[in-house]
């Protein structure tokens, strides 16, 4: 290589550090820019300039009328970004705290049924003090006397709600919604605290690469030819495609770890509460059985309809044992004792909730921990080759051709 090619490539490598040094602060820049440009309540401008036009009169005009900007416009940006900020934050504590919003919703109407309202009237007041724009219908379903049992139950919330409506015990089940609900929220809390390293390190390294390779469109002709031919159109889409790739990637595990499998730990919740309520074992599995979900809610469902049809509760639940999931075994052996041995089934029952939410707990814990170890696979399979598809074969292609060899 020649002095000159050395001396350039030198150049080139303290330059390469130092708009990675930069480019750490691009999407700070970029997203104050974009606060400026689609957020803005912007001074009226004539106002400004009535202001400046007044001031022009004293001494040192254009010095005053400066001043007068400056301030006008420092203020209404501090206004802004502000009220953008405050925006942003409230945005995210509605759609990462649904769950506990809804949970002081059912806890204030447990309060009020301690209290001795009806539940009608505990619903309307602990919706109007929560304000939980989300739970109006109900309340309007309240206000005029509705039958609650007739609601559409679609999430744990309403159907606890069902439930208190139908004669089981009003405030263990709110409270006991209001524990899972919280529960939930925690979870989910966890599985975002545990994919935020993550989440960082894919905007910087996605970031870096686009600025070296603006850098190099900018400084030198060589990247230009290279971005401009089919290899360089390829390294774009390729690079791209790759960093679209790892974000989906991650998206999904991070919804993995956030599910819960909640089917059985509902349906012993269900149970426990119309066990609590002073219902046999039988006909609060028949009850319970309409409001299960998934799998467990289909194997319950047939095992009701065939002891609709005549069939001993007993003998019907032992030739089913096998359809249903193993969670779900114990509660399983715990109906046919309770059912056939005459066992006291409501502290039977209520350890097994407290078991399975335990349980629960656990399998999230566990799925959380093995968060991060799991991301580790689309950083490295689908976002480094992203940067290196971006930002390293365009730096190296565009250095070529001023590479020369000395035969000397």
């Known amino acids: 290589m020649t002095r000159d090619a050395m001396t350039e490539s030198a150049l080139s490598g303290v330059a390469l550090i130092g708009v990675a040094f930069v480019s750490v602060a691009i999407p700070v820049l970029l997203g104050a820019g974009g606060v400026l440009l689609f957020g803005a309540r912007m001074v009226p401008r004539w106002r400004l ?19 007068v900007a400056r301030e006008q416009v420092v203020r209404h940006l501090s206004g802004l970004i502000t009220h953008v900020r405050s925006r942003i934050s409230r945005r995210h504590h509605v759609e990462q705290s649904r769950d506990e919003r809804c949970a002081d919703v059912l806890d204030s109407v ?3 049924l ?5 539940l009608h009237a505990a619903l309307v007041s602990a919706i109007e003090r929560h304000q939980f724009d989300e739970w109006q219908w109900l309340a309007q379903a309240a206000r005029r006397g509705d039958p609650l049992t007739t609601i559409g139950a679609d999430d744990l919330a309403t159907r606890a709600i069902s439930l208190a409506a139908e004669g089981c015990d009003a405030v263990c089940a ?4 209001a524990r899972t609900l919280r529960a939930n929220a925690a979870i989910a809390a966890d599985s975002h605290a545990a994919v935020a390293h993550t989440r960082a390190s894919m905007n910087v390294l996605a970031a870096v690469p686009l600025t070296i390779a603006a850098w190099l469109v900018v400084r030198d002709g060589g990247a230009r030819e290279f971005f401009a031919s089919p290899p360089g159109v390829g390294c774009v889409v390729g690079g791209v495609a790759l960093h679209w790739l790892g974000r989906c990637w991650v998206a999904r595990l991070a919804r993995e770890a956030r599910r819960t499998e909640a089917a059985v730990p509902d349906f012993v919740d269900l149970l426990a509460l119309q066990v609590r309520s002073g219902r046999p074992p039988a006909l609060a599995f028949l009850r319970a059985s309409d409001s299960a979900t998934g799998g467990l809610g289909e194997a319950t469902r047939s095992v009701a309809t065939v002891v609709r049809d005549g069939a001993r509760f007993v003998e019907a639940l032992t030739g089913a044992r096998t359809r249903f999931d193993v969670r779900a075994h114990g509660v399983i052996d715990a109906l046919i004792d309770t059912e056939r041995d005459g066992l006291a089934p409501r502290a039977i029952f209520e350890r097994l909730s407290h078991d399975a939410h335990q349980q629960r707990r656990r399998e999230a814990d566990a799925r959380i921990r093995a968060l991060p170890v799991r991301l580790t696979l689309p950083l490295v399979a689908c976002i480094l080759p992203a940067y290196v598809v971006l930002a390293v074969i365009p730096l190296l292609a565009s250095q070529f051709p001023s590479v020369v060899i000395d035969p000397q």
Not at 57 to 65: D, G
């Open 114 to 118: 301690r209290l001795g309202a009806s």
């Open 110 to 112: 447990a309060r009020e």
């Open 174 to 177: 709110t409270e006991s919604a």
């Open 49 to 67: 300039r009535h202001m400046a036009l007044r001031r022009l009169r004293a001494p040192h005009a254009a010095v005053v009328a400066i001043d």
